[in-house]
T-cell receptor
Framework: GAVVSQHPSWVICKSGTSVKIECRSLDFQATTMFWYRQFPKQSLMLMATSNEGSKATYEQGVEKDKFLINHASLTLSTLTVTSAHPEDSSFYIC?????????????FGPGTRLTVT | SQQGEEDPQALSIQEGENATMNCSYKTSINNLQWYRQNSGRGLVHLILIRSNEREKHSGRLRVTLDTSKKSSSLLITASRAADTASYFCATDEGAQKLVFGQGTRLTINP
């Protein structure tokens, strides 16, 4: 199987601080990873597509200076929420795909619950 | 962009009954997938149906796809309490990304 992990599974931080969320593909190399945000009782919204060794592609309306994405290796992508505010509180889910597979074949992580107080 | 519209938004049925949820989309697709999400958890892939398929089965799941109406349905037969979750359809938009529907929150009452 293809396993994707996220760390931490939940985090509470104070307003104004930065939080880093890790997404790892445990048993395969992922040239592309995706970051989604999900507000309570809502659907997943794609925030950005992360490609190893290059800059992430952000969806319209997502602030790239606020949500920093670094895909430094074939198994790790990180999302840093800078200067977090209570409205950034959400469930963040990453996914990864194998380099030889189509975009729709994504393996999802378990998600990270971020609460900003 | 949010391509998929799902209905109903919430569905509550008795254990043993069948549950049907629908998804509509706007653009041409290569395939459509259904996922389950338990509260506060990640996504579990349920089934994929390709654009040239009309129906697909997997255990108690039955998925249909009508590309002329740009819609799909997910039927869960003989529902169980463990089926309580949110269900999302997802389409591949331009082969660049997945676009998820709004989701249906399914509650199975014992």
């Amino acid at each position: 199987g293809a396993v994707v992990s996220q760390h931490p599974s939940w985090v509470i931080c104070k307003s104004g601080t930065s939080v880093k969320i890790e997404c790892r593909s445990l048993d395969f190399q992922a040239t592309t990873m995706f970051w989604y945000r999900q507000f309570p009782k809502q659907s997943l919204m794609l925030m950005a597509t992360s490609n190893e060794g290059s800059k992430a592609t952000y969806e319209q309306g997502v602030e790239k200076d606020k949500f920093l994405i670094n895909h430094a290796s074939l198994t790790l992508s990180t999302l840093t929420v800078t200067s977090a505010h209570p409205e950034d509180s959400s469930f963040y889910i990453c996914s990864a795909k194998r380099p030889d597979r189509a975009t729709y074949e994504q393996y999802f992580g378990p998600g990270t619950r971020l609460t900003v107080t | 962009s949010q391509q998929g519209e799902e209905d109903p938004q919430a569905l509550s049925i008795q254990e043993g009954e069948n549950a049907t949820m629908n998804c509509s989309y706007k653009t041409s697709i290569n395939n459509l997938q259904w996922y389950r999400q338990n509260s506060g958890r990640g996504l579990v892939h349920l089934i994929l149906i390709r654009s040239n398929e009309r129906e697909k089965h997997s255990g108690r799941l039955r998925v249909t796809l009508d590309t002329s109406k740009k819609s799909s349905s997910l039927l869960i037969t003989a529902s169980r309490a463990a089926d309580t979750a949110s269900y999302f359809c997802a389409t591949d938009e331009g082969a660049q990304k997945l676009v998820f529907g709004q989701g249906t929150r399914l509650t199975i009452n014992p």
